[in-house]
């Protein structure tokens, strides 16, 4: 059995838990589940709630630009490319509400050679957050 390579990207917002943000085995990387988690503040972009502690705003689009790039953190501190990935896992907690603005945010970043892509519309994620990719 081939060892793998525990590996934590210092620049991308830590895991919810006792997990590492990725795994090499070989000349193959995979990646835990990466949501759009600010890694300053653990605060999720674009998400609003009042003193109360109900949403007040909420902002799809930045939830989504926030996930790629915490995607591209995690593949630079492994060594890799955005333009290296071959297959995503899309999470999405309303999918009626969320699937068409992710395709065309994925659009953009993807122009060319994209991924393959699967999309799963999903009850919650352990945090307050819209979205969450498996790469």
Same mark, same amino acid.
């Given at each position: 059995?081939?060892?793998?390579?525990?590996?934590?990207?210092?620049? %991308? =917002?830590?895991?919810?838990?006792?997990? =590492?943000?990725?795994?090499?085995?070989?000349?193959?990387?995979?990646?835990?589940?990466?949501? =759009?988690?600010?890694?300053?503040?653990?605060?999720?972009?674009?998400?609003?709630?009042?003193?109360?502690?109900?949403?007040?705003?909420?902002?799809?689009?930045?939830?989504?630009?926030?996930?790629?790039?915490?995607?591209?953190?995690?593949?630079?501190?492994?060594?890799?490319?955005?333009?290296?990935?071959?297959?995503?896992?899309?999470?999405?907690?309303?999918?009626?509400?969320?699937?068409?603005?992710?395709?065309?945010?994925?659009?953009?970043?993807?122009?060319?050679? %994209?991924?393959?892509?699967?999309?799963?519309?999903?009850?919650?994620?352990?945090? =307050?957050?819209?979205?969450?990719?498996?790469?």
């Amino acid at each position: 059995m081939a060892s793998s390579e525990k590996i934590d990207a210092n620049d %991308a =917002p830590k895991p919810v838990g006792l997990y =590492p943000h990725a795994r090499k085995v070989g000349n193959l990387l995979f990646l835990s589940g990466i949501g =759009p988690r600010n890694a300053v503040d653990d605060g999720v972009p674009g998400l609003h709630r009042s003193s109360a502690g109900n949403y007040t705003a909420f902002d799809f689009d930045a939830q989504v630009h926030s996930v790629f790039a915490n995607v591209k953190k995690v593949l630079e501190a492994c060594g890799a490319r955005w333009e290296d990935l071959v297959d995503v896992t899309v999470y999405l907690v309303n999918m009626e509400r969320d699937f068409h603005a992710y395709n065309r945010l994925w659009a953009e970043y993807f122009r060319e050679n %994209a991924p393959c892509r699967t999309t799963v519309g999903i009850d919650s994620l352990p945090t =307050p957050i819209a979205i969450e990719l498996k790469c």
